[in-house]
């Protein structure tokens, strides 16, 4: 009936169930304090935020201790507790009060902010770096590709002057070529010339050929050809001869 009607340990059970979790909770959150980067962990950051919000609670718990042990002092005759009852609960409640000064100490201390303030710091510092770094990737990037199309543009510049000058030493080889081609042409039409002289001359002295060979067929009385040309060369190996002998 006591411990029905007495609301004293219902609180007691239940902030004894939160020191119990919350000392647990103490060693694994004072073990990522220690061994990580608290700016970059995301384990921490929860840690912290879950110790921070059980302490909080367990502080209201303690306050509903308080309350209760208030209440039982105001009403002995209705609970009916003793003094050494009363004493137990008093120590419960300042032994439960002082270790939850001695986590919140702990964890909202001078060394925590400090350990806190000094990775956010780091943090910052460190993607202040990572900023810069990147700003100076991109301008150096910038600048080799400023660089890469400098020298895109000068090649094609000297591509384009080299192009010009192959197209006009081209236009110049191009008249020069027909330059020749039109000597060749007065030439063609010079050696055109001559031949058509030279066929008229083969013609004439042709003429004039068959006239002496008709002559000499009349004189020695036969057409044949073969006759006239033995006769002839005869007559020309005669006159070699009698040169030689006039000569020598």
């Known amino acids: 009936m006591l411990s029905a009607s007495d609301p004293y340990y219902v609180a007691k059970e239940e902030v004894a169930k939160a020191m119990e979790k919350l000392q647990g909770l103490h060693q694994d959150w004072k073990r990522s304090l220690q061994a990580e980067d608290t700016a970059r962990s995301h384990r921490f950051q929860q840690l912290h935020e879950e110790i921070t919000g059980e302490l909080e609670q367990l502080g209201l718990d303690l306050d509903d201790i308080h309350a209760t042990i208030s209440m039982v002092e ?40 400090m350990k806190l303030e000094n990775d956010k710091k780091a943090l910052l510092s460190s993607a202040a770096s990572s900023a810069r770094s990147r700003e100076e990737r991109q301008r150096s990037a910038m600048q080799e590709n400023q660089a890469f199309l400098d020298r895109q543009r000068q090649q094609q510049m000297q591509m384009t002057a080299q192009q010009d000058e192959d197209l006009e030493m081209l236009s110049l080889s191009a008249q020069r070529l027909g330059n020749t081609a039109q000597i060749i042409n007065v030439e063609l039409k010079e050696q055109q010339k001559l031949l058509q002289d030279l066929d008229e001359d083969i013609d004439k002295e042709a003429e004039k050929l068959n006239f002496v060979m008709k002559r000499i067929g009349k004189l020695l009385k036969t057409s044949d050809s073969k006759q006239l040309c033995l006769i002839i060369g005869l007559t020309c190996l005669v006159a070699f001869l009698l040169f030689l002998v006039i000569n020598t």
């Open 74 to 113: 105001g009403n002995r005759s209705k609970f009916q507790v003793s003094d050494g009852e009363l004493a137990s609960r008093k120590r419960f409640a300042n032994d439960c009060h002082k270790t939850l000064e001695e986590l919140q100490k702990d964890v909202r201390g001078p060394q925590t902010r």
